[in-house]
């Protein structure tokens, strides 16, 4: 794990609103998913899947949408062997996980609700919270908003003390992110895949083309493989 381009990479560490990352990997012609889905190794490497760890292992929060959460119900944390560098990077052993739903249509059964490292936190409305199980609310902090992701993002700066926020997905939660403009930087993984399919998702995909377009700058690039790796600023700033 130390030895990862990502490792020493740094981040800031206090800001209003929270400093804002997303992590995606791709098929070259730019679908997130394969036949509906994300499976392991349907786009990404086991390296792929170190370096979400490695990303993860820099952020205070990890964050999906409910979608993303249903077919991957699993806690977004690192594996034991990475929580040594976090506790030296000042934070806490695991990253907090939440999840985004409107409907609060979640698993009570999911390994995400029955063996987190720590209770996640689901942010959903006020519908969504009457529909979350006993055993959810028992499991989980819950948060009603029906606000947008501006403020998401105060919620978890103020109340939870999330300085910085990595976001995976899935489509709709990384467009209602950078409809926003609150997305600081982006990881992409573009893997050495085709998938051809219409009805396949891309990286950001809502109602409308985005209303703010960032200065987009390359921060740094490395292969592995036949997989590359891409690390975008998005500078809201200065438009293009
Ligand atoms: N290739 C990759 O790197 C990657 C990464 C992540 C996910 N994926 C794939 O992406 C697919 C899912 O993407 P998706 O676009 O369909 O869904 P998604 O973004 O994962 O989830 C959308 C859902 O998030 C909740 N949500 C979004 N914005 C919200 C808001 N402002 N307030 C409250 N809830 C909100 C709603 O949940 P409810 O429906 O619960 O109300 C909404 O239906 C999956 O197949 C997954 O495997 C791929």
Redesign the pocket.
Known sequence: MLHHPYTRIQFPHSGRPPFVAI????SLDG???SG???TPGS??SPFDRKTMNVLRGHFDAVL?????????PYYLGVPSHCEKLRKKRGLRAQPLSI????????DPAAPLFTDPPRPPLI???KQ?ARSLSPKIKGAANIET?AG??QD?LKLLFTKYGVNTLLV?????????FLQAGLVDQLFL?LAPRLVGSAFD?T?A?GERVLENKPRIILLSHFTRQNELFLRYKLNWEEQE
């Open positions: 992590n995606m990997v791709s679908k997130i998913t509906g889905k994300l786009l990404g999906t949408g409910g979608s993303t959460a249903r077919q991957h999840i985004l739903t409107r409907r609060g249509n979640l942010i959903t409305s969504g908003s947008g992701v998401f995976e997905g899935g489509a709709r939660t990384n467009y209602e993984t998702l990286m995909m």
